[in-house]
């Protein structure tokens, strides 16, 4: 069975930084883009960053960009968000998405994406 499993959320002051984890199991993910989305209330599922399978490859929203960086650890399974310089407008669900065709390219379209974790939640106050 395959899960992704986010952590790392929580409340932060704006400015603050939160670095978010994702670890996958039940199958390999080291040939497959993988990426972060977020949602928040009344809003759609909106892309956040994505990762290409060996993580030369990396891509972010036009709001997140140079605060958000994102990273992976194919022998651990594991892709991370680091966040920083964090905004009011960044409080969401922070969601893990993984492909399943290996060597896909990133793709900002969520239905690109096969494999969805829980959430995590991010708040931001000002």
């Known amino acids: 069975q395959v899960q992704l499993v986010e952590s790392g959320g929580g409340s932060v002051q704006a400015g603050g930084s939160l670095r978010l984890s994702c670890a996958a199991s039940g199958r390999a993910f080291s040939s497959n883009a993988m990426g972060w989305f977020r949602q928040a209330p009344g809003k759609e599922r909106d892309f956040v960053a994505g990762?290409?399978?060996?993580?030369?490859?990396?891509y972010y929203g036009d709001s997140v960009k140079c605060r958000f960086a994102i990273s992976r650890d194919n022998a651990k399974n594991m892709v991370y968000l680091q966040m920083n310089s964090l905004k009011p407008e960044d409080t969401a669900v922070y969601y893990c998405?993984?492909?399943?065709?290996?060597?896909?390219?990133?793709?900002?379209?969520?239905?690109?994406?096969?494999?969805w974790g829980q959430g995590t939640q991010v708040a931001v106050s000002a």
């Open positions: 990762i290409g399978w060996s993580g030369s490859g990396t």
């Open positions: 998405a993984a492909q399943a065709r290996a060597f896909g390219v990133v793709a900002r379209d969520r239905d690109e994406y096969d494999y």
